[in-house]
DNA sequence: CTTGACCCTGTAGTTGCTACAGGGTGCATA
DNA sequence: TATGCACCCTGTAGCAACTACAGGGTCAAG
């Protein structure tokens, strides 16, 4: 298939799937007479897992060590556990940290009372961290 | 004060001042006979404003509407309400966007059971979204 | 008078794409 | 046969919000 059918088959950018073959993500597909990229069922797989990896918020270098590992199947999957567990302690992370947030922006959008900019609460609150009541 | 002592004082990267210099963010300051800029509390507060508001996730741009409310307090604050109000609501599509990766997440990672990456179900859930119980 | 801490400008790198510019190819239609 | 039009190619630049130099100047202490 061309890139084009390819990106339309796995709901991909074809800026985006060059792009990985650029950094070595996707190994480089082989052309037609025209010079045109011409792609397999393989390729597709490997393109299905990378984007299904980053829906889930791993990074390109995560990927790229899991991709490893799915290419020599008679390795340990240690290595993938790992990967993965760290991701998700980095996304419970991150949860804690937006929760924070969240919980201090209520408190300063509900200070809000309108009125003049002179006296408004909200760039009050931005202007002084020690109306906060956590350590953002 | 110098550019080092304001970063002291605000905890920020010298370099960090300078580009909110350049991109318009920070008044240019006075300079001494040396060329260094100096710095007086007008500054510092401004930089404290703009720190804090990063700390609450607000953009470079938000930032800048918001300065630009407080720099003129007889305007009318209902936008700098709107600014926030807008932020609470991204912050909180983030929270609910990556709690479902984290259940998602979760159940991947409690498959592996150990062994060789070709059994692994880590890398097999990777692969397959329909094993996926939510659209993340 | 030299060492070290600081300051300056300007530019390039980071992440993960996205968007052209400026060209070539392939097929259907008038 | 010409001519659209959709598609493909390479290479480069842009986005956000910094960060990290390179290559130089300034200043006080020892
Ligand atoms: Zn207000
Ligand atoms: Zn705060
Ligand atoms: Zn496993
Ligand atoms: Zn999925």
Redesign the pocket.
């Known amino acids: 298939m ?6 339309r088959a796995t709901g ?5 799937i ?3 073959e ?1 950094i070595g993500l996707l190994p480089e597909p082989a ?7 011409s792609y397999g069922p393989d390729h597709r797989a490997r393109l299905v897992f ?1 984007r299904h990896s ?1 829906e889930l918020g ?5 990927i790229r060590s899991l991709l490893d590992l799915s290419d020599d199947p008679t390795r340990d999957c240690t290595e993938a556990d790992r990967i993965a567990s760290a991701h998700l302690a980095q996304v419970e992370d991150k949860i804690a940290q937006l929760s924070l947030l969240r919980d201090e922006l209520k408190r300063i959008v509900g200070r809000c009372r309108g009125g003049l900019a002179g006296d408004c609460r909200v760039i009050e609150a931005l202007a002084d961290h020690s109306q906060c009541e956590s350590q953002h």
């Open positions: 061309k890139i084009g059918e390819l990106s991909t950018n074809v800026e985006t060059r792009y990985y650029r052309r037609s007479a025209a010079n045109y990229r990378v980053r791993f990074t390109i270098e995560e």
